[in-house]
């Protein structure tokens, strides 16, 4: 009998015992379910998983590529050898119903990332299996075999005579429901067939790590919070702070009936992270789910939102991933982790989560089956892109209604996601949306933890604003302005006036310097004294400091709430001081859209309301539909992905994936990653860097988290000008190469100044 190879180092057996298909099967065999078994019956989801590990490389028994094996072991030219479309042309011949399409795009993409659905099916339509193909396969892989599909949609409640947009929503989110299972079957397989090859070269144990029970996780958590709450001082915040942690976990205690969509809805300074963190644990623990997902808006804020999850939870327990870390370069063991997302706490971004969950590439999607059966709660969900809200909400709604995940939205101002027939036909209907700490609480907390009070003060220039701030009775206070010019100017403008003791902040200072910037106010306000911060976006989510006084250009309601926990954040006064103003001086560009119409909708909204009533529930339900209305104009989907996803030719899911993913993008392209060497560390990065390049070694994790540290953002027509040097070609690496663009206060300046500072 031919001997069939599907590895050659070391040489490893395709089929039988040992062999690479039935390893392949053992690790899929212990993933966990991705559907329930109401929607799938689990022999007949482990049948499907295991046709999947047992025929994904069968195009290897070919003569061709068993031949491309030899000489590709043996030294010689070898040209590569297509073994992955067998599997689909074989799903499509031998399994009945729709299963044989869904398989075939994971057979298809195993190697390559999911193709494009119609360049699939004509290339299956004139592909032949080569006899000897057929000849091999185990006997479970012959003759017609039947597999069902999971029962899809019963989430879907569709109201007879529904509007001509409600039904077009829920056309769209069902083909979205087809499109992930095809995701998932993906996943499963390439993170299958990766474990099962990392194991045969010996990189990976055969048994796969076994991870602390979420079980003793969440004990952990509940002893630290008591301790906190114990040790921590009596104020009412800290009271109220323990309020909405006890209504988190007591949520956690009661199994909901159905599947609905959660809200924390807090107000900034609530302890809401750990508290979600609370119900999230329990809730896994009761309800069987796998692991916690914490998916955060901004990078600015993740690593000190592992940190702390860390420091309760165990270094080992929690993985920190996000699109500034690249896995691809690193150890085994990190990049596997990274990729697949195998352990029990993630804690990632919104750009990571989402481009995953539309990308066609197969280190991307090999995390998708881990996300099956998870707890995810999404920090700051009024953030989510509103031109990708359809995709996005169709995907949450996805992974809520077919592949058992709880969702919480986590927000101090919780936008209106509620299905309007009219304004906003692709949102939940309203019997799905549940309060964690309960209706009740959630009133109390906005008038009891109000501590500040706003005012709107009209148009202000810089000379105007400053002025302002100098006829008052305060001596700190913090400036949030919308663009980084703003910034600077209001910065120079303080100085000029005469005020000591300003600090800068803004996307153009490295992470490591703001780092410090934000240290040494921290210790300022502590120690009570006077300081001025003027500070762009950066500081409005996430950073715990407290001003007695903070002034806020021209933003949306999410925005100015956000400002207005950096104010009396902790109730050390009565109450503090928010003054809302109008820039003239300022232009909110077209990359800003969401900014400008929310400050439009707040423009409103204020001919209706007093400022005073701003934060108010209803007021902030108003806000949100009059919001997302208006998003209307353009498009929920800017990118036309949902036209995509829904897209038939002939008889089959002609979904285009790679189309897909370049389509969805959070953040636009064009942007690149400066390196600035500052301080000491940022001059020992850039030794590093030399020396790994002269090495010819690629950086590793941890190098790539210093990089980031000292990294700023720069679009392409600044990048052209910015003097740089390569710091690591192969990596890709730029460092700045002049100083004099970087300011001991500003950060990365537009163009250098006359005189020269040294880092």
Same mark, same amino acid.
């Given at each position: 009998?031919?001997?069939?190879?599907?590895?050659?180092?070391?040489?490893?057996?395709?089929?039988?015992?040992?062999?690479?298909?039935?390893?392949?099967?053992?690790?899929?065999?212990?993933?966990?379910?991705?559907?329930?078994?109401?929607?799938?019956?689990?022999?007949?989801?482990?049948?499907?998983?295991?046709?999947?590990?047992?025929?994904?490389?069968?195009?290897?028994?070919?003569?061709?590529?068993?031949?491309?094996?030899?000489?590709?072991?043996?030294?010689?030219?070898?040209?590569?050898?297509?073994?992955?479309?067998?599997?689909?042309?074989?799903?499509?011949?031998?399994?009945?119903?729709?299963?044989?399409?869904?398989?075939?795009?994971?057979?298809?993409?195993?190697?390559?990332?999911?193709?494009?659905?119609?360049?699939?099916?004509?290339?299956?339509?004139?592909?032949?299996?080569?006899?000897?193909?057929?000849?091999?396969?185990?006997?479970?892989?012959?003759?017609?075999?039947?597999?069902?599909?999971?029962?899809?949609?019963?989430?879907?409640?569709?109201?007879?005579?529904?509007?001509?947009?409600?039904?077009?929503?829920?056309?769209?989110?069902?083909?979205?429901?087809?499109?992930?299972?095809?995701?998932?079957?993906?996943?499963?397989?390439?993170?299958?067939?990766?474990?099962?090859?990392?194991?045969?070269?010996?990189?990976?144990?055969?048994?796969?790590?076994?991870?602390?029970?979420?079980?003793?996780?969440?004990?952990?958590?509940?002893?630290?919070?008591?301790?906190?709450?114990?040790?921590?001082?009596?104020?009412?915040?800290?009271?109220?702070?323990?309020?909405?942690?006890?209504?988190?976990?007591?949520?956690?205690?009661?199994?909901?009936?159905?599947?609905?969509?959660?809200?924390?809805?807090?107000?900034?300074?609530?302890?809401?992270?750990?508290?979600?963190?609370?119900?999230?644990?329990?809730?896994?623990?009761?309800?069987?789910?796998?692991?916690?997902?914490?998916?955060?808006?901004?990078?600015?804020?993740?690593?000190?939102?592992?940190?702390?999850?860390?420091?309760?939870?165990?270094?080992?327990?929690?993985?920190?991933?996000?699109?500034?870390?690249?896995?691809?370069?690193?150890?085994?063991?990190?990049?596997?982790?990274?990729?697949?997302?195998?352990?029990?706490?993630?804690?990632?971004?919104?750009?990571?989560?989402?481009?995953?969950?539309?990308?066609?590439?197969?280190?991307?999607?090999?995390?998708?089956?881990?996300?099956?059966?998870?707890?995810?709660?999404?920090?700051?969900?009024?953030?989510?892109?509103?031109?990708?809200?359809?995709?996005?909400?169709?995907?949450?709604?996805?992974?809520?209604?077919?592949?058992?995940?709880?969702?919480?939205?986590?927000?101090?101002?919780?936008?209106?996601?509620?299905?309007?027939?009219?304004?906003?036909?692709?949102?939940?209907?309203?019997?799905?949306?549940?309060?964690?700490?309960?209706?009740?609480?959630?009133?109390?907390?906005?008038?009891?933890?109000?501590?500040?009070?706003?005012?709107?003060?009209?148009?202000?220039?810089?000379?105007?604003?400053?002025?302002?701030?100098?006829?008052?009775?305060?001596?700190?206070?913090?400036?949030?302005?919308? &663009?980084?010019?703003?910034?600077?100017? @209001?910065?120079?403008? =303080? %100085? !000029? +006036?005469?005020?000591?003791? *300003?600090?800068?902040?803004?996307?153009?200072?490295?992470?490591?310097?703001?780092?410090?910037?934000?240290?040494?106010?921290?210790?300022?306000?502590?120690?009570?004294?006077?300081?001025?911060?003027?500070?762009?976006?950066?500081?409005?989510?996430?950073?715990?400091?407290?001003?007695?006084?903070?002034?806020?250009?021209?933003?949306?309601?999410?925005?100015?709430?956000?400002?207005?926990?950096?104010?009396?954040?902790?109730?050390?006064?009565?109450?503090?001081?928010?003054?809302?103003?109008?820039?003239?001086?300022?232009?909110?560009?077209?990359?800003?859209?969401? &900014?400008?119409?929310?400050?439009?909708? @707040?423009?409103?909204? =204020? %001919? !209706? +309301?007093?400022?005073?009533? *701003?934060?108010?529930?209803?007021?902030?339900?108003?806000?949100?539909?009059?919001?997302?209305?208006?998003?209307?104009?353009?498009?929920?989907?800017?990118?036309?992905?949902?036209?995509?996803?829904?897209?038939?030719?002939?008889?089959?899911?002609?979904?285009?994936?790679?189309?897909?993913?370049?389509?969805?993008?959070?953040?636009?392209?064009?942007?690149?990653?400066?390196?600035?060497?500052?301080?000491?560390?940022?001059?020992?990065?850039?030794?590093?860097?030399?020396?790994?390049?002269?090495?010819?070694?690629?950086?590793?994790?941890?190098?790539?988290?210093?990089?980031?540290?000292?990294?700023?953002?720069?679009?392409?027509?600044?990048?052209?000008?910015?003097?740089?040097?390569?710091?690591?070609?192969?990596?890709?690496?730029?460092?700045?190469?002049?100083?004099?663009?970087?300011?001991?206060?500003?950060?990365?300046?537009?163009?250098?100044?006359?005189?020269?500072?040294?880092?």
């Amino acid at each position: 009998m031919r001997e069939i190879y599907a590895h050659s180092d070391p040489w490893e057996f395709l089929y039988g015992p040992g062999g690479h298909a039935q390893r392949t099967c053992r690790v899929i065999e212990l993933f966990s379910p991705l559907f329930s078994p109401a929607d799938w019956p689990p022999d007949e989801a482990a049948r499907c998983m295991r046709l999947l590990a047992l025929a994904h490389d069968m195009g290897k028994a070919s003569r061709t590529w068993q031949q491309y094996l030899r000489n590709s072991a043996e030294g010689r030219p070898a040209a590569k050898v297509d073994h992955k479309t067998a599997a689909a042309k074989w799903a499509l011949e031998n399994i009945e119903g729709p299963m044989m399409e869904l398989l075939a795009y994971a057979f298809a993409g195993h190697h390559s990332g999911l193709p494009n659905g119609v360049e699939l099916f004509a290339k299956l339509r004139d592909f032949e299996l080569a006899p000897e193909v057929m000849d091999s396969l185990p006997e479970e892989l012959r003759g017609n075999l039947q597999l069902s599909l999971p029962k899809l949609g019963h989430g879907q409640t569709m109201a007879p005579g529904a509007p001509r947009a409600v039904q077009n929503a829920m056309a769209g989110e069902c083909a979205m429901l087809l499109s992930m299972v095809v995701r998932m079957l993906h996943s499963s397989l390439i993170d299958a067939d990766w474990t099962a090859t990392a194991q045969n070269s010996g990189e990976r144990p055969e048994e796969l790590p076994q991870h602390t029970p979420l079980t003793t996780l969440s004990d952990k958590l509940e002893a630290r919070l008591q301790q906190i709450e114990r040790e921590g001082k009596n104020t009412r915040i800290n009271a109220l702070r323990q309020k909405i942690h006890e209504a988190c976990y007591s949520a956690a205690e009661r199994k909901p009936a159905g599947m609905p969509i959660y809200r924390l809805n807090v107000p900034t300074g609530g302890g809401k992270t750990l508290s979600s963190l609370s119900f999230a644990l329990r809730h896994a623990v009761l309800c069987g789910k796998q692991r916690v997902i914490y998916v955060i808006p901004f990078t600015s804020i993740i690593e000190q939102t592992a940190r702390q999850f860390r420091e309760v939870l165990g270094a080992g327990n929690v993985l920190e991933h996000h699109s500034n870390v690249s896995e691809e370069n690193d150890n085994e063991e990190n990049r596997r982790a990274s990729e697949s997302w195998d352990a029990p706490v993630i804690v990632t971004t919104s750009v990571q989560f989402f481009e995953s969950l539309f990308s066609d590439e197969n280190r991307r999607c090999r995390k998708l089956h881990n996300i099956a059966q998870s707890v995810i709660i999404f920090d700051e969900a009024q953030t989510l892109p509103t031109h990708l809200l359809e995709p996005c909400i169709a995907a949450m709604k996805a992974l809520q209604y077919e592949f058992g995940c709880t969702l919480v939205l986590c927000t101090a101002t919780q936008p209106a996601f509620t299905r309007d027939a009219e304004l906003f036909p692709i949102g939940w209907d309203a019997s799905e949306s549940r309060s964690l700490i309960g209706e009740e609480l959630e009133t109390r907390l906005q008038q009891e933890m109000k501590r500040v009070e706003v005012e709107n003060i009209g148009r202000k220039n810089k000379e105007e604003l400053v002025n302002h701030f100098l006829s008052s009775d305060k001596e700190s206070a913090l400036f949030i302005v919308n &663009l980084t010019r703003q910034a600077q100017e @209001l910065f120079a403008t =303080l %100085r !000029d +006036h005469g005020v000591e003791n *300003v600090y800068h902040l803004s996307a153009r200072m490295c992470s490591a310097h703001r780092a410090e910037v934000l240290q040494d106010v921290c210790d300022r306000l502590k120690n009570g004294k006077p300081t001025v911060l003027v500070a762009t976006r950066v500081v409005e989510a996430g950073v715990d400091i407290s001003f007695p006084v903070v002034y806020r250009d021209k933003c949306g309601l999410d925005s100015l709430a956000q400002s207005a926990g950096r104010c009396n954040r902790h109730g050390e006064l009565p109450l503090g001081k928010v003054f809302y103003f109008d820039d003239p001086d300022s232009s909110l560009s077209a990359n800003m859209a969401d &900014l400008r119409d929310g400050f439009y909708v @707040l423009d409103d909204i =204020l %001919r !209706d +309301h007093s400022m005073k009533q *701003v934060f108010e529930g209803d007021v902030v339900e108003e806000y949100f539909r009059r919001f997302y209305a208006r998003m209307q104009d353009r498009n929920w989907d800017e990118k036309e992905i949902m036209p995509l996803i829904g897209q038939f030719s002939d008889l089959v899911r002609a979904w285009d994936f790679p189309g897909i993913a370049e389509k969805f993008r959070i953040i636009p392209e064009g942007q690149h990653s400066l390196i600035i060497p500052y301080g000491d560390a940022g001059e020992k990065l850039r030794s590093r860097l030399l020396e790994l390049q002269r090495l010819k070694l690629m950086p590793t994790r941890e190098d790539y988290r210093e990089i980031q540290r000292f990294s700023v953002s720069v679009y392409d027509q600044e990048w052209r000008n910015i003097p740089r040097e390569p710091v690591h070609e192969a990596a890709g690496l730029f460092m700045l190469a002049d100083a004099a663009w970087y300011d001991k206060d500003c950060g990365l300046l537009r163009e250098p100044p006359d005189c020269n500072y040294v880092f």
